[in-house]
């Protein structure tokens, strides 16, 4: 997928290039608005997540969760009605004055916690469950299919406005063209989780559904390569931090857990930008 992206950005930069002089007007951003699509890469922070209901109340520490790549395909990753599959990033914004956006977004992120993994637990759980019923303070225990899965799969949402600058960096690669532009863009984003979290637990009901779960805030910097003054493709590293206090582990209202964790995502993104 990373490849056949790169590939697609040093076409569209030769063709950008062809037929231009070193006489150019500056690109003028300030009034217009943009759009874009994109993938990300994801990785998560361990993190310890705290399981309360009827009769049990309990702490795991230190969880080890991944994000879930989809296999590339173009039904997958270019089919209206399946691109929520994979990892991914929408976005519009506004340019309010020349270098600075604000802007509205979808980070689409998917948080797998690792099966069978070996943590320590704290607290209690008094169900009927002859295997897990017990006082725990520090216990090892393996996180086994009749115990827990636990996954943000469709998917850990990172609704958020973020507020971005962009400073065209051309001059830095010796570019000297009207239709091509480097831009350095950077800033921050504040917003809410709203994932859709599948959860099953000590054998209860299994949990499948949105909820607002909490908040989170991140940092990002990146690459922007603008062509034909309207089209650009970009490449960003964000990283934050998300705290979720109200998670729907089972259908049972009185079940919730908790959490928080810092993440990292890699993006590739593909947009416009234009005039209304």
Same mark, same amino acid.
């Given at each position: 997928?990373? $490849?056949?992206?790169?590939?697609?950005?040093?076409?569209?930069?030769?063709?950008?290039?062809?037929?231009q002089n070193?006489?150019?007007?500056?690109? $003028?951003?300030?009034?217009?608005?943009?759009?874009?699509? #994109?993938?990300?890469?994801a990785?998560y922070?361990?993190?310890?997540?705290?399981?309360? #209901?009827?009769?049990?109340?309990? @702490?795991?520490?230190?969880?080890?969760?991944?994000?879930r790549?989809?296999?590339?395909?173009?039904?997958?990753?270019?089919?209206p =009605? +399946?691109? &929520? *599959?994979?990892?991914?990033?929408?976005?519009? #914004?506004?340019?309010?004055?020349?270098?600075?956006?604000?802007? /509205?977004?979808?980070?689409?992120?998917?948080? !797998?916690?690792?099966?069978?993994?070996?943590?320590?637990?704290? #607290?209690?759980?008094?169900?009927?469950n002859?295997?897990?019923?017990?006082?725990?303070?520090?216990?090892?225990?393996?996180?086994?299919?009749?115990?827990?899965?636990?996954?943000?799969?469709?998917?850990?949402?990172?609704?958020? !406005?973020? /507020?971005? +600058?962009?400073?065209?960096?051309?001059?830095?690669? =010796? *570019?000297?063209?009207?239709?091509?532009?480097?831009?350095?863009?950077?800033?921050?984003?504040l917003?809410?989780?709203?994932?859709?979290?599948n959860? &099953?637990?000590?054998?209860?009901? +299994?949990?499948?559904?949105?909820?607002?779960?909490g908040?989170?805030?991140?940092? =990002?910097?990146?690459?922007?390569?603008?062509?034909?003054?309207?089209?650009?493709?970009?490449?960003?590293? $964000?990283? =934050?931090?998300?705290?979720?206090?109200?998670? $729907? @582990?089972?259908?049972?209202?009185?079940?919730?857990?908790s959490?928080s964790?810092?993440?990292?995502?890699?993006?590739?993104?593909?947009?416009?930008?234009?005039?209304?």
């Amino acid at each position: 997928m990373k $490849k056949t992206i790169l590939l697609c950005l040093f076409l569209l930069i030769g063709i950008a290039a062809i037929g231009q002089n070193s006489e150019h007007e500056k690109h $003028k951003n300030k009034g217009k608005f943009f759009v874009y699509w #994109g993938w990300n890469w994801a990785s998560y922070s361990d993190s310890d997540i705290h399981f309360t #209901g009827d009769n049990y109340d309990f @702490t795991l520490n230190n969880v080890v969760a991944t994000d879930r790549q989809s296999k590339f395909s173009f039904n997958d990753y270019f089919n209206p =009605g +399946r691109i &929520t *599959i994979p990892q991914t990033n929408f976005r519009i #914004g506004y340019f309010f004055k020349e270098n600075y956006t604000i802007s /509205l977004g979808v980070d689409h992120m998917k948080y !797998v916690m690792k099966p069978d993994q070996l943590v320590t637990i704290n #607290g209690t759980i008094n169900i009927g469950n002859t295997t897990y019923d017990g006082s725990y303070l520090n216990t090892p225990i393996q996180l086994e299919e009749d115990f827990l899965r636990f996954e943000h799969t469709d998917g850990l949402n990172y609704v958020n !406005v973020e /507020l971005y +600058r962009f400073d065209d960096i051309s001059s830095w690669f =010796g *570019i000297d063209m009207e239709n091509l532009q480097i831009n350095l863009t950077e800033g921050l984003g504040l917003g809410v989780l709203y994932p859709k979290t599948n959860a &099953t637990l000590l054998g209860k009901d +299994r949990s499948d559904r949105f909820h607002l779960s909490g908040y989170g805030s991140s940092v =990002g910097i990146g690459l922007n390569i603008t062509f034909l003054k309207h089209f650009f493709i970009q490449t960003d590293v $964000k990283g =934050g931090y998300i705290y979720m206090p109200s998670i $729907k @582990t089972t259908n049972t209202s009185i079940d919730n857990a908790s959490q928080s964790f810092y993440f990292l995502q890699n993006n590739i993104l593909i947009g416009g930008k234009f005039k209304i």
